[in-house]
C-alpha cells in the first residue's frame, strides 16, 4: 500500500469519528439559525482581522482585542455557537494531533514561529 492510499483509510476514519460526526450535526443546526450564523461568521472574520494583522507584524489596539473577546463571551452564551466552538475545536485539536504525529515521524521542524 502506497502513502495516498493510506491518506484515503485516514480521510475515511476521520470521517467516521465521533468528532467530525458531532462537528457536522452541530454545524447543520448552526446553518438552521440564519441569525445565529451571522454572528458566528462576524465572529470569525473580526478575529480573522486581527489574527491577520498580528501575523504581519501590525500593532493591534487593545480595545480591538476586547471588544472580540466581549463578543466571545456573549457568543458562547448561545449553547448552539457554544456547542459548535466547542465541536470545532475537538475536531481541530484532533487533526492537529495527527499532524504533529505525521511530522514527528518523518522528523520535521515546524517549530519555526514558536516562541
Same mark, same amino acid.
Given at each position: 500500500m502506497n502513502a495516498y492510499d493510506y491518506a484515503h483509510q485516514l480521510a475515511h476514519a476521520l470521517k467516521n469519528s465521533e468528532e467530525y +460526526?458531532?462537528? +457536522?450535526?452541530?454545524?447543520? +443546526?448552526?446553518?438552521?439559525?440564519?441569525?445565529?450564523? /451571522?454572528?458566528?461568521?462576524?465572529? &470569525?472574520? &473580526?478575529?480573522?482581522?486581527?489574527?491577520?494583522?498580528?501575523?504581519m507584524g501590525q500593532k493591534v489596539e487593545?480595545? /480591538?482585542?476586547? /471588544?472580540?473577546?466581549?463578543?466571545?463571551?456573549?457568543?458562547?452564551?448561545d449553547q448552539i455557537i457554544s456547542d459548535f466552538m466547542h465541536s470545532e475545536f475537538r475536531l481541530t485539536q484532533m487533526m492537529s494531533d495527527i499532524y504533529k504525529i505525521l511530522g514527528e515521524a518523518l522528523d520535521l521542524d515546524f517549530s519555526f514561529g514558536q516562541d
Open positions: +460526526k458531532t462537528y +457536522k450535526q452541530l454545524e447543520m +443546526k448552526l446553518n438552521g439559525h440564519p441569525e445565529v450564523k /451571522k454572528a458566528m461568521d462576524d465572529f &470569525r472574520k &473580526r478575529q480573522f482581522e486581527i489574527q491577520s494583522a498580528q501575523m487593545e480595545d /480591538k482585542i476586547e /471588544k472580540l473577546q466581549e463578543l466571545h463571551n456573549m457568543l458562547m452564551k
